[in-house]
């Protein structure tokens, strides 16, 4: 019944996103919808290059809204990571949504589904918040913080610092997951808006795996620090 209620709720967020730009009342209330492509990138590095994506959307109106994330990356040919998000989203003060909804990860295997909670929202100094914890269905808490800012440097160039950690309540052998803080990801993208709805972007993206996530990387023959030079399209309608 639960997977039935998740692939309901998956495929109407996914509907959603394509239909036309409309405006009409409704309970006095506007219809609106948006998509944005935060990040989409080729991702450089020792010859190990991967393409990566960052995407949110939403209908509904000023007060409410159903919303889709979803974020991934492909590496020779081969999906390693892909999450989606559909998610109920409603206003609790001028700058902050109250989101709550399901998480699907497809891809590292085997599949995971979570419940997803949190707030997003912007923070004093401008700063773009997404703050979300997660329940998956084996009973792991894990948490994560999404941080970002836009620096104007002239009218079209702008300078985006970005910063997001991952923590988990309990070891998780699924995905190699160490409890405490798994992770570190900080990013530094230029771009140049062609138009406000059309960016390209140059920048640097570094990840760290941190403590017992670490250990467990480096067991694996993995390395835990990864730095790119990343170049890429940001655009939005």
């Known amino acids: 019944m639960m ?16 239909l036309p730009a409309t405006a009409m009342e409704g309970h006095g209330d506007m219809l609106i919808w ?5 990040q989409l990138e080729q991702r450089w590095h020792q010859g190990q290059d991967s393409t990566a994506w960052k995407s949110n959307g939403f209908i509904g109106g000023d007060v409410s809204k159903l919303r889709l994330k979803s974020e991934g990356d492909v590496s020779d040919g081969t ?31 085997p599949q995971t589904t979570h419940l997803a909670i949190g707030f997003q929202g912007l923070a004093p100094q401008f700063l773009e918040v997404d703050a979300q914890a997660f329940l998956s269905q084996r009973g792991d808490v894990t948490a994560r913080l999404d941080v970002e800012t836009d620096l104007p ?15 988990a309540a309990q070891k998780v052998p699924e995905t190699e997951t160490g409890a405490g803080v798994s992770e570190m990801k900080l990013g530094l993208r230029l771009r140049y808006e062609l138009v406000k709805e059309f960016a390209p972007y140059i920048g640097l993206a ?32």
């Open 34 to 38: 948006q998509f944005t492509m935060d």
């Open 79 to 109: 999906v390693e990571h892909l999450e989606v998000q559909a998610l109920y989203s409603v206003m609790v003060h001028d700058f902050w949504d109250f989101q709550a909804g399901i998480r699907q990860d497809f891809r590292p295997q």
């Open 153 to 167: 440097l002239t009218q079209k160039l702008i300078l985006q610092p970005h910063a997001e950690v991952e923590l």
């Open 206 to 237: 570094w990840e760290r795996k941190l403590g017992e996530t670490a250990r467990l990387a480096k067991a694996d023959g993995h390395d835990p620090d990864d730095l790119r030079f990343v170049t890429g399209l940001r655009f939005w309608f």
């Open 3 to 18: 997977k039935r209620m998740i692939k309901a709720t998956l495929a109407m967020a996914a509907l959603a996103l394509p």
